[in-house]
């Protein structure tokens, strides 16, 4: 599976973003996928998943402000941010894994795919 993160760039504390992740070499719908970020000097972080049934999972500190999705037919997985925040700001990357369970969607070491980064920056 390749993965091609987009949609990164500059905003303002309160503004909205949207991320995608073009994936290629399976269907979106076929395995789990999901959103991590990563703030320098900090470890990467778990932001949201979805799963092939199309349930959905968010850390806690994106609830209720961030969604993921996903288009089947561009094959494509999107991160909606809403009200960003400046602690927001990172590098995020859209990871896939075929065969990952329930209990380990958080753990980004059991990721089998990985994207690039996407940097985005909330200014306060």
């Known amino acids: 599976v390749q993965l091609q993160a987009s949609g990164g760039g500059l905003v303002q504390t309160g503004d909205s973003l949207r991320l995608s992740c073009a994936a290629s070499g399976r269907t979106v719908s076929s395995v789990t996928m999901g959103w991590f970020r990563q703030a320098p000097g900090k470890d990467r972080e778990f932001v949201a998943s979805i799963r092939r049934n199309g349930y959905t999972y968010y850390g806690d500190s994106v609830k209720g402000r961030f969604t993921v999705s996903r288009d089947n037919a561009k094959n494509t997985m999107y991160l909606q941010m809403n009200s960003l925040k400046p602690e927001d700001t990172a590098a995020y990357y859209c990871?896939?894994?075929?065969?990952?369970?329930?209990?380990?969607?958080?753990?980004?070491?059991?990721?089998?795919?990985w994207g690039q980064g996407t940097l985005v920056t909330v200014s306060s």
């Open positions: 990871a896939a894994d075929p065969s990952i369970i329930l209990t380990s969607m958080r753990f980004p070491h059991l990721y089998a795919y």
